[in-house]
């Protein structure tokens, strides 16, 4: 069965510190991965996604995930964080069908 | 776009009363997803519909739950009797295709709360 591990449950950094959020996920097949962020009181939206090719994907906002297939990993990362992406981060997978299966989300506070 | 419509934005109800929460997907969209979102439980996919029609409802909780697709710009999930522990933000999506990968856009949900 599909399943999504968010190792870090909550992270606070200072601004300008680096990011890196991990996702492992257990799946046998071809995947799809994506990572989607909840801004406090907004609803969730896209951050990036991997469907195929270059394993380095890059989003919005300054953010990018690499797809490590070896360790099963996708992990975002985000060299200088601002106080604007304190969030909530939930990484997500899919596989031969169209439905998602969701990491339990990493909040994320960055401290000005 | 308007995007993914949900109503009400939040609903608080007696435990015991009947509670339906309405989704209007993006026109075109010919997917649409039911997620309930807790802090126990994190992000759960309740059900998906393509083209109107359920897919996968293995992640409704049990018989009170029920949802229905009438056509491709209107769903709703009911529940009847609700509980306390229903309580938890619903959240709706849609996605152009039923294609694996394809973008999910959600909408901004609803807060329910059963006392």
């Known amino acids: 069965a599909q399943s999504v591990s968010q190792h870090n449950h909550h992270v606070i950094l200072s601004e300008a510190a680096s990011l890196e959020l991990g996702c492992n996920y257990s799946y046998g097949g071809t995947v799809n991965l994506f990572w989607y962020v909840q801004y406090p009181g907004q609803h969730l939206q896209l951050l990036l996604k991997?469907?195929?090719?270059?394993?380095l994907v890059k989003g919005i906002k300054g953010f990018e995930a690499e797809f490590i297939k070896s360790k099963f990993s996708f992990n975002l990362r985000k060299p200088s964080v601002q106080w604007s992406d304190t969030a909530e981060y939930f990484c997500?997978?899919?596989?031969?069908?169209?439905?998602?299966?969701f990491g339990t989300g990493t909040l994320l506070a960055v401290q000005p | 776009d308007a995007g993914v419509i949900q109503s009400p934005r939040h609903e608080v109800t007696e435990m015991g009363q009947e509670v339906t929460l309405r989704c209007k997907p993006i026109s075109g969209h010919n997917s649409l997803f039911w997620y309930r979102q807790t802090m126990m439980r994190g992000l759960e996919l309740l059900i998906y519909?393509?083209?109107?029609?359920?897919?996968?409802d293995s992640g409704m909780p049990e018989d009170r739950f029920s949802a229905k697709m009438p056509n491709a710009s209107f769903s709703t999930l009911k529940i009847q009797p609700s509980e306390p522990r229903d309580s938890a933000v619903y959240f709706c999506?849609?996605?152009?295709?039923?294609?694996?990968?394809?973008?999910?856009?959600f909408g901004p949900g609803t807060r329910l709360t059963v006392l």
């Open positions: 997500a997978v899919g596989g031969a069908t169209n439905k998602l299966i």
């Open positions: 999506a849609s996605s152009l295709s039923d294609r694996p990968g394809d973008t999910q856009y």
């Open positions: 519909f393509n083209n109107n029609v359920p897919i996968d």
């Open positions: 991997y469907f195929s090719g270059d394993p």
